[in-house]
């Protein structure tokens, strides 16, 4: 088969595809595994409940079984859906939103695919943009989606050092080059894959960056307020008419429904849904159909605060405690825990790179994902980016036990063997 360039840059198996291959193989391989790898989200039985029960109820009702199923929604997504998320948003935030700065997609990863390739990349007078990524470390689900090269730029971060076992990154602001090259700003809050929660002051100047610049603030919240709330400490929700804020069902516990939602400019939505159209047709509606209620109501956030949040908040206090314990004797510090499902680990001055670490892992039984695969548009060999795992926390928190126990014993060997 002859691929085109976009059948060779889609199939090459870099990136996220060889990886999520990678993690496929050694589950085969060994099926008892322990996965702390990959981002699925963890399974929360309350939510379970609520779910089977949004099922029944549509599987009882035949027209709406029929709508769910037998009919393509309207390009943007089905109406009421999108009137019911402006209206929770607009109560919750008050930001003024209508049905018509909402889109639907067929989770947030193909919202981002499209958003991405409608702003940046070759443009019509010839020249290139691209989008830039203030705070690297960043979503390693970005790094293949632009249709040509390049197409990601980033800035590396600030660190602060916190006692001798933690750290928190920062944006460099002396270090974010936005030029006439630039086609919009991305930052994920939760950030996948380091626990970071952007603080309110950084999101206003990069807010404030993007207005003048005249170029989108993208916020990708898949783990944020007002849902799934993966949040664990106090930050304010941000929306304008220059941010695109995209949310996901995904991480509430559906990641197998594919629903995303886009919050932005009137304009952008309508650019969105043709791409959409031409790409999609339509979105799938189960998610929608499943989850309307809970938006009507405002029992979503309810819902997020209640079990999702916690969940989440209590497994990451006791993995990090398991990891203190383990780590207290090595050049180990864990970034501050602010949201998301996973731990970001930083062992300074490793004498083996953070891939052949994951790879000793994988050999002990034990997965997790290297950190170099998160550091897209930074193009020298910064050591730091070869000295950084991603862990992540969802399983059975005896088996996450004895995952901490093995990969504190590659770590302390790695560093004796010098
Ligand atoms: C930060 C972030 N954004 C977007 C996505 C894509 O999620 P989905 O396509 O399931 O909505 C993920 C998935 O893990 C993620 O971690």
Redesign the pocket.
Known sequence: MKLSSFGKKLTSGSGIVGLMEDLGDALNENPDMIFMGG?NPARIPQMEVVFKAQYQSLCKNNEQLYSTTGVYQSPQGELGFRRDIANMLKNQFGWPLTEANIAISN??????YILFNLLAGQMPDGSFKSIHLPLTPE?I??NDLGLSEKFFTGSKPDIELIGDHQFKYHVNFDDLAVDDKTAALCV?RP??PTANVLTDDEISHLDQIAQQADIPLII?G??GVPFPNINFIQAEPHWNNNTIL?L????LGL?GV???IVVAAEQVIEAFSNANTVINLASGNIGPSLTRDLFASGEIVELSKQYVQPFYQQRSQQVMALFKQAMSDLPCRIHLSEG?IFLWLWFEGLPITSEALYQRLKKRGVLVVSGHHFFAGIDDEWPHQHECIRVSYVQDLSEIEQGVKIIAEEVKLAYQQG
């Open positions: 981002g989770g947030s990863q193909s919202a981002f979503y689900g970005y994920s950030t996948n990708d898949a783990y995209v996901s069902l995904s991480k990641p594919r629903t995303g998301a």
